[in-house]
C-alpha cells in the first residue's frame, strides 16, 4: 500500500506498485488503461484485465477474468468498516498507513 494526497489519482503510483510483477494477470478498471501503464505490463510479460476508457480506442479483455475485479472491491468495503480508516482519526499518514495494514491484517485473517 502506498499514501497519495487526496487530490491525487492513484495512476501516479500505479507503475511503482506494480514494478515488481512480471507474468502475472493485472485486473483494473478503465482509470488505469493508459497506454503508458499497458504497454510496460505486455512487456514484462503480464495479461492486462483492463478495459479501455471510453474515451480511448478499444481493446479486448478477458471478460469473465474482470469479474474477479469485485473481489478486492470487497476488500476495500471490509477495510472501510473500522471507523478510523473511514473517518480518517489518525493525523499522520505513517499513523494512518499503519493501521491500514492492521486493518488488512485482520480482513484477512476473517
Known sequence: MVLTPGQTHEMRVAEELLGDIHHAYVIGDSAYSAKALVDALVARGCSVVIPAN??????????????????????????????????????LARNFLAFLFLASSLVWLR
Open 54 to 91: 471510453p474515451t480511448h480506442p478499444q481493446r479486448d479483455y478477458d471478460a469473465h477474468l474482470y469479474k474477479d475485479r469485485h473481489l478486492m472491491e470487497n476488500f476495500f468495503q471490509r477495510i472501510k468498516r473500522f471507523r478510523r480508516v473511514a473517518m480518517r482519526f489518525e493525523k
